[in-house]
């Protein structure tokens, strides 16, 4: 299912996610890769940037673009630690990122199976996807965050 690229890929967007958080931020990395190099990474940004787009997805979209000098990340595959929400989602379809791998579901706000099944809309572009790869430790990192926030 997973290969070994996946699961390298998908720690350094869990160790992007370490870094969100030592910002204060909720603890979400994603990065992209094209041809498995990485192009492109980042992480939740919206407190520190005052910014309510600045979501991992975003800035990872943003950094591959540049990276790779093109808005269209054709051929793209994205690794997120969080399922994405409706606005990360599109994001992905307008990019033409090919695939998606996230961690852990979003049950309140995640639009890929959560909440809300996006991806069979029908847009002009499909994505390919899966989840689950490291879901315990994306998972953990985040109930870590939200419990140290609420004492």
Request: hydrophobic residues 45%; glycine residues 4%.
């Amino acid at each position: 299912m997973f290969s070994n690229f996946d699961r390298a890929f998908m720690q350094e967007a869990i160790k992007l996610a370490k870094e969100a958080e030592l910002n204060g931020e909720v603890p979400v990395g994603a990065l992209i890769t094209l041809d498995n190099k990485i192009i492109g990474r980042g992480f939740n940004q919206v407190i520190s940037l005052n910014d309510v787009t600045a979501h991992a997805e975003i800035i990872a979209i943003r950094d591959a673009s540049k990276t790779i000098n093109n808005y269209r990340l054709k051929d793209a595959c994205m690794y997120v630690t969080l399922e994405p929400c409706h606005m990360c989602a599109k994001a992905l379809v307008d990019a033409r990122v090919s695939k998606l791998i996230f961690s852990a579901l979003e049950p309140k706000t995640g639009a890929i199976l959560s909440i809300d099944k996006i991806f069979e809309k029908p847009f002009n572009h499909s994505i390919e996807y899966e989840h689950g790869l490291l879901q315990a430790e994306s998972s953990k990192i985040l109930q870590d965050f939200f419990k140290a926030k609420r004492n």
